[in-house]
């Protein structure tokens, strides 16, 4: 298994990180997050149209650049460094994961290049975001392939050109294509604590859609182990944002005829801050190179999940606290990577879940 | 030069030279001169600059061949790690040999009664009479001293600079009727770290390691080889179960007195190792509670070693530099060790309260409980790792400090 970064995926993350720097300062984030599209279409073309940021993990036939679990990990990094608008992560992570693990080849050919170039923008539909054993029980699929059934929050369906659906009922659980704005479908708006990712309700009653792969409980796991260790590293691209702007604050902020940075509590406060992100960020690399090596320990994903959301959510915390009374406003931008964690440590399972689920997974395997 | 390459060419070197019937020296005479010694040294000193990777595939094969390495046991890696690294070479041709044979053991004299954390305030006493270094003082905290034949020591050679300039490093012969070495008992019983007293000991000119005024440097390099092992074990051999012949019972009795005092070590660790097995065999494996505690310390557990491993991979052994990123690793060590204890108490409930043979583990888990408080002092304290971290790998500045001027000066204990 790979235990360093390549040449390639070095240069990948350079070439990313430059891109999302210049197109996503603070500025540019609180920009799109005031509006509803919650994205610049502009910037979504560069990065996905003409950089391929969507396909990184596709195949080269289906339009990608061929890389895996790492690739698309490296790119989530950066995004969660810079607090990425835009439905990347719901249409290249979920979307694109869910079409590779569990899509018909016919299928996946038809719809995997326009997500892999941007022109097409997806979500996965998961009708529970707390663990993959309860999905598939609220949306059904009837014999005539119509769908009915509510999934609570789905990120950025507002602006989805297709919804891919996991839903139970004939035939078992399956992936199931709907185009955005099909008859009977119902996108509704939420009010989120996360301004810079946007969740619907989706509802369905009878909508037309394309059973297009089966879903068995190893592939709706498959592709939960994918998606958190991506958010995952969103998170610790969060967390590294959050702990290097903190530390950098408190080198330049005095009180007391000093720097604040000089207070041993506030230095050893960022020492153990640096060690738990250390280790997250050790065990999130790790998850993507088990999963593209389909080796090592079953419950990566589920590691790395559990320590980045704890790291990411510590870095938070101090990020508010060492800032003192500016660190509360609005006005100055922690709030904002701050609120990405508080969502990112949720979805798809809380900390604790994922250690209970690692847990699980680790006596089946004793 | 690959793993495969690495176990064939000890394999033969093995098959050719190792014998069961030959005195321990002799023995190991030959494995220097063949050198498969220490390979992770560098090619002038007995090695072949191996990563410490391709040493673990030559140990790998000691251990199948039920080969007797060279000796490793004890404080003798910092010994040789600091000659290597900045002693002349007139020091490396008389001391490391007789490191690797295990004619020589050695033990390390920093901390004092006044300092410890502030090793630097040091106030042994090193001077030059008649062309011998005379040394007075008191060491104490020194693990193996009473069985050590050389000693690692720090002492004041300037009263009258800043205090880290006025500190010299010094070889010592243990053997000598200045030096006496007493016991200490621990919190958890036994007797790995002594006091040391120096009442005009001698050390010879040549003996002094890295030039006089410049002890604090050479200092730092045996420590952070120090803090460095708390995260990665250097991967030496070791035989399992008792083997027939007469080298295995001389390495047996070295064993024996070098390792005794380190019986307890993987305890302070958090034998982590025990965890499942215990969580499993008491039941304990299905409490939710407890699920929680084991999953978040098996996450710290693997991350600490992925994190170690991508820094220390290709590192290898006699390099000068400094690395602060050695207090990252013996913090995660101790952060480790505490949620073990932890996760061992709620595994054991109220059995916890008892030791020996009528504990669990045959009094393994107890002395974990008891054991796991040192790791966080020995090798420099936990707070002291968190202001290197933040100083040297944050940059984020120092606060005040009341020890500058000359040393003669600053405040100390009585
Ligand atoms: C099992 C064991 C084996 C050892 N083996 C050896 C050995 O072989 N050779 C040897 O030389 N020494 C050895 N030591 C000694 C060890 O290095 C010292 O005990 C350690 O450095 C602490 O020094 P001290 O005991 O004087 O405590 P002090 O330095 O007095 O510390 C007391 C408390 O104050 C805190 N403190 C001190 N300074 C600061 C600061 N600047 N900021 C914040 N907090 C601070 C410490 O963290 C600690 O909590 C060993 C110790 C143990 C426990």
């Known amino acids: 298994m ?16 430059r891109a999302l720097r210049d197109k996503s300062p603070a500025t540019a984030v609180r920009e799109s997050m005031e509006t509803d599209r919650g994205y610049d279409p502009a910037v979504w073309q560069e990065l996905c149209g003409d950089a391929g940021l969507a396909g990184v993990h596709v195949a080269e036939v289906h339009g990608g650049a061929g890389g895996g679990a790492v690739e698309l990990g490296i790119v989530a990094e950066e995004m969660g460094r810079t607090l990425f608008c835009g439905p990347w992560f719901a249409s290249a992570a979920m979307a694109g994961t869910a079409l590779l693990e569990a899509a018909n080849d016919s299928d996946r050919e038809e719809l995997l290049p326009g997500v892999a170039d941007g022109s097409t923008i997806a ?4 009708d529970d975001l707390n663990g993959p054993a309860g999905v598939g029980a609220s949306i059904t699929s009837a014999a005539d392939g119509k769908l009915s059934g509510t999934a609570a929050m789905v990120l ?50 009878d909508v037309p859609g394309r059973r297009v792969g089966e879903v068995t409980g190893d592939t709706l796991n498959r592709i939960w182990d994918r998606i958190c260790s991506a958010l995952a590293h969103e998170m610790i691209g969060g967390a590294q944002h959050l702990f290097e702007t903190t530390v950098n604050y408190t080198k330049e902020r005095f009180q007391f005829g000093r720097p604040i940075g000089s207070f041993q509590a506030l230095k050893h406060r960022c020492a153990d801050l640096l060690l738990e992100i250390e280790i997250a960020r050790a065990l999130t690399h790790h998850s993507a190179r088990c999963l593209d090596a389909g080796a090592g320990e079953p419950w990566a994903a589920s590691m790395a999940k559990a320590a980045a959301a704890d790291a990411c959510m510590s870095a938070a915390r101090a990020g508010i606290q060492l800032r003192g009374g500016i660190g509360f406003t609005w006005e100055n931008d922690t709030h904002l990577w701050f609120k990405r964690a508080k969502g990112s440590e949720v979805l798809f399972g809380t900390p604790a879940i994922h250690r209970e689920r690692m847990m699980t997974m680790l006596e089946g395997a004793a | 030069m690959t793993p495969d390459r690495i176990r064939s060419e000890v394999s033969a070197w093995l098959d050719a030279n190792w014998r069961t019937d030959r005195p321990l020296i002799e023995w190991r005479e030959i494995l220097l001169d063949g050198g498969w010694a220490a390979p992770h040294w560098p090619e002038e000193w007995y090695g072949r600059g191996f990563t410490l990777d391709q040493t673990a595939v030559v140990a790998e094969v000691f251990r199948e061949k039920d080969a007797v390495p060279a000796a490793q046991v004890g404080p003798r890696g910092l010994a040789s790690e600091t000659i290597l690294a900045c002693g002349s070479d007139d020091q490396k041709r008389r001391f490391l040999r007789p490191i690797l044979t295990g004619e020589h053991t050695w033990c390390q004299l920093f901390s004092e009664p006044g300092s410890g954390s502030d090793l630097a305030g040091l106030s042994t006493r090193a001077e030059l009479k008649d062309g011998k270094w005379i040394i007075n003082g008191q060491k104490v905290w020194n693990t193996s001293a009473h069985h050590a034949d ?26 000598q009727p200045g030096v006496e070495a ?47 092992g708390f995260s990665r074990r250097v991967r030496g051999s070791s035989i399992d179960g008792a083997k027939q012949g007469p080298i295995y019972e001389e390495y047996e009795e070295e064993l024996r007195i070098a390792a005794e005092p380190y019986t307890w070590y993987p305890q302070r660790e958090g034998r982590v190792d025990l965890v499942l097995p215990r969580a499993r065999e008491t039941g304990a494996i299905a409490d939710p509670a407890t699920r929680q505690e084991i999953a ?36 995660a060590a101790s952060v480790i060790a505490r949620q073990a204890s932890h996760v061992h108490t709620m595994i054991s409930g109220a059995d916890a309260m008892l030791s020996g043979p009528d504990s669990a583990a045959d009094g393994i888990i107890a002395e974990v409980l008891v054991s796991v408080p040192a790791i966080s002092i020995a090798g420099g304290t936990d707070e002291i790792q968190r202001n ?27």
């Open chain 1, 156 to 205: 950025d369906a507002h602006v989805a050109d297709l919804l891919l659906v996991v839903a139970g009922g004939a035939g078992g659980l399956g992936l199931h294509a709907v185009e955005g704005g099909a008859p009977g479908l119902a996108v509704e708006p939420l009010q989120v604590v996360d301004p810079t990712r946007k969740l619907s309700r989706v509802a369905f009653s």
């Open chain 1, 2 to 17: 790979q235990t360093e970064f390549s040449k390639e995926q070095n240069l990948l993350r350079d070439i990313v990180s």
């Open chain 1, 123 to 126: 979500t996965l539909v998961l």
């Open chain 2, 296 to 331: 978040k310390l098996l996450c710290l557990y693997t991350g600490a070693r992925l994190a170690s491993d991508s820094a220390e991979a290709s590192r290898k052994a006699g390099t000068t530099e400094i690395i602060p990123a050695g207090s990252i690793g013996k913090l």
């Open chain 2, 182 to 228: 007493r016991p200490l008992r621990q919190m958890n019983g036994h007797q790995s770290f002594n006091e040391v007293f120096m009442t005009n000991a001698v050390v010879a000119p040549e003996d002094l390691i890295g030039g006089e005024g410049n002890g604090w440097h050479v200092a730092k390099t045996t420590l952070s080889f120090e803090r460095r």
């Open chain 2, 150 to 175: 050389f000693g690692l020591l720090v002492a004041r050679t300037d009263w009258d600079v800043p205090k880290h300039q006025g500190i010299s490093y010094f070889l010592l012969d243990m053997r």
């Open chain 2, 388 to 414: 290197i971290i933040s100083e040297r790998v944050l940059g984020m500045p120092k606060g005040y400090r009341a020890d500058q001027g000359p040393f003669r000066d600053i405040k100390r204990n009585a």
